[in-house]
């Protein structure tokens, strides 16, 4: 496989990214934006199962070999990530998959920036960009090891700081009908999940052209217990976009 890792200056910030296939130009990208806690490297053995499409992940800003401002840890300002990664690799059709609170970057950005969106992939998250609240850093902190990296090694405790002191609460609900393009939207089936039934039916109120998979088995960790149904559902949307 071919891939590189790659960092693009956006003001200041030096914005990683991970380029699978560059060489590929008969499929439509694939740009993932990760998690909250997660970087590029993370879905390098996704974007490997999606050969031979081409697939960029970007690191966002404070996470992996991204760099860690002082300040700038705004919905706005990890929109432009994605956008100067996007106008540094020339691409003029895309598609948009964001997991967990990266649903709320890339929607927030897929609303901004709609002419080269060929489609949109949901992950387990509604579309809000919600507040972190006070004592959500120290909560944060304590959770275990995800996907097998403890956070210490994801982020630092600036980047964490800063991205609950500069959240604030964000609805992107009135605005989802102008995302027009065909979209999939990935719920898991078990407690734990953040895209509830009635989530799910929200989005579909708000984009008729939508489809939801449920993965009964999944809570919001998507990925496990079986990788495959993620990659065989993503397969089958991205096949039908030319």
């Given at each position: 496989?071919?891939?590189?890792?790659?960092?693009?200056?956006?003001?200041?910030?030096?914005?990683?990214?991970?380029?699978?296939?560059?060489?590929?130009?008969?499929?439509?990208?694939?740009?993932?934006?990760?998690?909250?806690?997660?970087?590029?490297?993370?879905?390098?053995?996704?974007?490997e199962r999606?050969?031979?499409?081409?697939?960029?992940?970007i690191t966002?800003?404070?996470?992996?070999?991204?760099?860690?401002?002082?300040?700038?840890?705004?919905?706005?300002?990890?929109?432009?990530?994605?956008?100067?990664?996007?106008?540094?690799?020339?691409?003029?059709?895309?598609?948009?998959?964001?997991?967990?609170?990266?649903?709320?970057?890339?929607?927030?950005?897929?609303?901004?920036?709609?002419?080269?969106?060929?489609?949109?992939?949901?992950?387990?998250?509604?579309?809000?960009?919600?507040?972190?609240?006070?004592?959500?850093?120290?909560?944060?902190?304590?959770?275990?090891?995800?996907?097998?990296?403890?956070?210490?090694?994801?982020?630092?405790?600036?980047?964490?700081?800063?991205?609950?002191?500069?959240?604030?609460?964000?609805?992107?609900?009135?605005?989802?009908?102008?995302?027009?393009?065909?979209?999939?939207?990935?719920?898991?089936?078990?407690?734990?999940?953040?895209?509830?039934?009635?989530?799910?039916?929200?989005?579909?109120?708000?984009?008729?052209?939508?489809?939801?998979?449920?993965?009964?088995?999944?809570?919001?960790?998507?990925?496990?217990?079986?990788?495959?149904?993620?990659?065989e559902t993503?397969?089958?949307?991205?096949?039908?976009?030319?």
């Amino acid at each position: 496989m071919n891939y590189s890792d790659s960092w693009v200056d956006n003001r200041g910030t030096a914005i990683h990214f991970v380029d699978v296939n560059n060489t590929i130009k008969e499929n439509v990208p694939l740009i993932i934006i990760p998690g909250l806690s997660e970087s590029a490297e993370d879905y390098i053995s996704l974007m490997e199962r999606f050969s031979p499409r081409r697939c960029v992940a970007i690191t966002l800003r404070g996470r992996g070999k991204s760099d860690t401002p002082e300040t700038g840890y705004t919905l706005e300002d990890h929109i432009s990530d994605i956008d100067t990664v996007i106008n540094h690799l020339a691409l003029k059709e895309f598609i948009l998959l964001g997991y967990s609170r990266g649903v709320s970057y890339a929607i927030g950005y897929a609303i901004k920036y709609t002419k080269n969106l060929k489609g949109l992939i949901i992950c387990d998250y509604p579309a809000n960009h919600t507040q972190l609240r006070q004592g959500w850093v120290e909560f944060f902190s304590s959770l275990p090891p995800w996907r097998g990296k403890p956070l210490s090694e994801r982020m630092n405790l600036q980047a964490l700081h800063g991205l609950q002191s500069e959240s604030t609460q964000v609805s992107f609900w009135d605005d989802l009908p102008s995302i027009t393009c065909p979209t999939l939207i990935i719920r898991g089936g078990k407690e734990g999940a953040l895209i509830s039934l009635e989530t799910a039916k929200q989005y579909v109120e708000k984009m008729p052209q939508a489809d939801v998979a449920v993965f009964v088995d999944s809570d919001h960790n998507i990925f496990e217990p079986n990788v495959e149904t993620f990659i065989e559902t993503t397969n089958l949307f991205l096949k039908d976009i030319k």
